[in-house]
């Protein structure tokens, strides 16, 4: 019982960790940085998918990380570094950041 109180406040704590990192992709990312984050997006989720795939969690964040990838070859790269950061935090991990 002890284990999972400690899982569900660390849990807590990495939600609320992962904010702040989604929030900083807003209005004030270039399209240039947001294809740079994209980029180190794309490597961070590679490197979590062995651990993470199978999860209750991985379907929604597979799938955002597919808009994400679909966007950031695209024009739309802001919004796909929003895309990518969301699914890397709905894995419980802080997204990376430029």
């Not at 980029?39 to 998918?49: A, G, I, R, V, W």
């Amino acid at each position: 019982m002890r284990r999972i109180v400690v899982s569900l406040a660390a849990s807590a704590a990495l939600m609320l960790a992962t904010a702040p990192a989604v929030a900083a992709t807003g209005s004030s990312l270039s399209p240039d940085d947001a294809k740079e984050l994209c980029s180190k997006l794309e490597t961070q989720f590679k490197d979590l998918t062995p651990f993470k795939k199978g999860l209750p969690y991985w379907q929604k964040a597979s799938s955002e990380a597919s808009v994400g990838r679909e966007d950031c070859s695209g024009s739309k790269t802001v919004d796909g570094a929003k895309a990518m950061q969301t699914a890397i935090a709905d894995m419980y991990v802080a997204p990376d950041t430029l």
